[in-house]
């Protein structure tokens, strides 16, 4: 129903920035609520932000507070995730989801709330 496809990795040195997209195919897009989490190897899959369905409302993980920007263009299907002073423990593989319209809590950080999730992409931070 929903494909998610991310794009916008690549390899950045400390301290720099990049964003990177998931662009949702469908007109129904703007039903759900999105989210971005990374997975490094050996690690778990890590929440890091979340929006609403209509862009009101965003969510951090500490974590990312202050570093991290979320955002969408729902007339254009996107999510994005900004990404600023990066660090080396940075590096992971980032994934963007799609949030349930089932989900009934107010936590927007947790795995089992996702539906759809894209294939990843990379970002390497290096010193």
């Known amino acids: 129903q929903v494909q998610l496809v991310e794009s916008g990795g690549g390899l950045v040195q400390a301290g720099g920035s990049l964003r990177v997209a998931c662009a949702a195919s469908?007109?129904?897009?703007?039903?759900?609520?999105m989210g971005w989490f990374r997975q490094a190897p050996g690690k778990e899959r890590e929440f890091l932000a979340a929006?609403?369905?209509?862009?009101?409302?965003?969510y951090y993980a500490d974590s990312v507070k202050g570093r991290f920007t979320i955002s969408r263009d729902n007339a254009k299907n996107t999510v994005f995730l900004q990404m600023n002073n990066l660090k080396f423990e940075d590096k992971a593989v980032y994934f963007c989801a799609a949030r349930s319209t089932l989900a009934s809590s107010r936590t927007f950080s947790r795995e089992s709330e996702y539906a759809y999730w894209g294939q990843g992409t990379q970002v390497t931070v290096s010193s």
């Open positions: 929006i609403s369905a209509s862009g009101g409302s965003v």
């Open positions: 469908g007109r129904t897009f703007i039903n759900y609520a």
